[in-house]
């Protein structure tokens, strides 16, 4: 008796060739992932770049044209750098007085005093909070202010300064930058310090550019 050879199962071409297409298209799509995931990496050290930037507040400046003068002097590019107002207490003047004595009665002999002394320019406050106190003048400047200060120590008269204050609108200068610019901040601020003693510059994180 013959042995029948079996026959081999029949290959069906066409699920064959979708088969071999079907992996040809997973191959390309994951390399097509992994080519988008190479490019996000790529792109993600740039945008942490960007989100490096900081935001600072100079001033104050008591003119736009100070203003104009600082920004140019930064250069860093005027778009990055804005204007804002804001109302505040600013000095007006520096008073030289002798303090209230310890009654009234003793700041009408403080008066008497400066007389006997020759000197006849001055202002006795005689109610409010500073009741007693004896203004001896009103300067511009501390530094003149200093001086007279030390005219009236060689008549053994020991007055003191204090700044007088107003309200005034004030001009700062909002600065959106990237850390590499901060150098520039730094130089102008200590060159600018130098004739503007009140001049600062600090971080604000509130500070908005559209």
Known sequence: MTKETPTPPKT?????????ASQVIERTEIDAANGLLVKKQEILPKKNKVDSSMCYEAGPFDTMQQFYSWRKQTGINSASIKSVRREEQKISDYMVYLPAGETYEQSLANVELLKQKGITDYWLFRKGEVKGDISLGVFSSEIR????????ATKNLDALIKPRYKKAQRIYAHIHIKQEYEDNLIIIRDRWQKTHPDFAI??????VFN
């Open 202 to 207: 600090k971080v604000n994180n509130s500070c």
């Open 145 to 152: 202010a200093e001086t007279y200060k030390k005219q009236l």
């Open 12 to 20: 069906n071409i066409s699920d064959e060739t979708n088969r071999h």
